[in-house]
């Protein structure tokens, strides 16, 4: 069982955009999760600017790869460190924090994490 940030069983984050490093719905990760994808984020349009910006373009739709594009209000697994790098630059999106998984604290505090929350903390 994997767990969240609060210690208990890790919800799921989004199957509408289907998420996960794994595609599984969940914030899972594993050793082949490099960038870390365990921030259950709902995004927004300042933070979908600021990502595209840093390189890493989730709006624009790639259907050759199944993906139809983030919007303003999609739940989204976010890499720790990209989360990490929003926060510092002040447009970190908001958490749901029963959906983001442990390993997370590796690269962000758990108290930056309960102020962007929209679940209980």
């Given amino acids: 069982m994997a767990a969240n940030v609060l ?5 799921e984050c989004s199957l509408d955009p289907v998420t996960g490093f ?3 719905g ?7 999760d490099v960038g870390v994808h365990t921030v259950c984020a709902v ?9 595209k910006n840093a390189g890493n373009d989730l709006s624009t739709p790639h ?13 989204w697994c976010l890499c720790a460190p990209r989360w990490q790098e929003a926060f510092e630059a002040g447009v970190a999106p908001q958490v ?3 959906a983001t998984h442990l390993a997370t604290l590796e690269w962000v505090k758990l108290g ?3 102020k962007h929350a ?3 903390s």
């Fill in 63 to 75: 259907p050759e790869m199944g993906f139809s594009g983030l919007q303003h209000g999609d739940s």
């Fill in 118 to 120: 929209i679940d209980e």
């Fill in 26 to 32: 969940c914030c899972n990760t594993g050793a082949g």
């Fill in 112 to 114: 930056d994490l309960q």
């Fill in 43 to 51: 995004v927004t349009a300042d933070f979908l600017e600021y990502s």
């Fill in 22 to 24: 794994y595609r599984d």
């Fill in 96 to 98: 749901r924090l029963k």
């Fill in 7 to 11: 210690g208990t069983e890790l919800e």
